[in-house]
């Protein structure tokens, strides 16, 4: 069984800057993809992006492109998404989860473990 937490989240000004981490426990972590995903209120769970195993490979959803940073460190259990240029349009439900292969997908349910969420929110 493998657990995610992650954290990061706030109230940030459009513009500014938000880093999210989500730390996982309870399996062999640099054997796992993992992708950020959010969901915004009455929204659909999409897509933010997605980093293989080692860090090689990363995906991201065209809205989030060149504005999100998606990154890990193996040696600590961790993930991040590093979030530059917030619009109001990012406010939503953070999650993390993971995928127990090295394949990148959009694809919410191909996810193995998600985490509980981080609430981000851009004022305008």
């Known amino acids: 069984q493998v657990q995610l937490v992650e954290s990061g989240g706030g109230l940030v000004q459009a513009g500014g800057s938000l880093r999210l981490s989500c730390v996982a426990s309870?399996?062999?972590?640099?054997?796992?993809?993992v992708g950020w995903f959010r969901q915004a209120p009455g929204k659909d769970r999409e897509f933010v992006a997605a980093?293989?195993?080692?860090?090689?490979?990363?995906n991201y959803a065209a809205s989030v492109k060149g504005r999100f940073t998606i990154s890990r460190d193996n040696t600590k259990n961790t993930v991040y998404l590093q979030m530059n240029s917030l619009k109001p349009e990012d406010t939503a439900v953070y999650y993390c989860?993971?995928?127990?292969?090295?394949?990148?997908?959009?694809?919410?349910?191909?996810?193995?473990?998600w985490g509980q969420g981080t609430q981000v929110t851009v004022s305008s």
């Open positions: 989860a993971c995928l127990i292969r090295n394949y990148l997908t959009p694809n919410s349910r191909m996810y193995d473990y």
């Open positions: 309870g399996g062999t972590f640099s054997s796992y993809a």
């Open positions: 980093i293989s195993t080692q860090g090689v490979t990363t």
